[in-house]
């Protein structure tokens, strides 16, 4: 059995270009999960599309506004 390799296709090293190799002031995003209600959820969507913004978007303003702000 010649060719097989242990550990996850995903986790391969691919030889691609980076924004963070091209842009020395790209930001290092982190992903962040977590559960809402259903209710919340749709409210959350809705309004995002609402105000023309992905969930995103909005989700990084109100951090901004309640908690990074506050840290500078």
């Known amino acids: 059995m010649k060719g ?3 550990g996850r296709p995903s986790k391969k090293v691919k030889n691609e270009t980076k924004l963070e190799d091209v842009n020395s002031n790209a930001k290092v995003m982190t992903k962040v999960n977590f559960n ?3 209710e919340r959820h749709y409210a959350l969507k809705k309004y995002a599309l609402e105000n023309d ?4 978007d909005v989700l990084i303003e109100m951090i901004d506004e309640k908690v ?4 500078l």
């Open 53 to 56: 913004k992905t969930v995103t």
């Open 36 to 38: 809402l209600d259903k």
């Open 4 to 6: 097989l390799t242990h």
């Open 68 to 71: 990074h702000d506050r840290l």
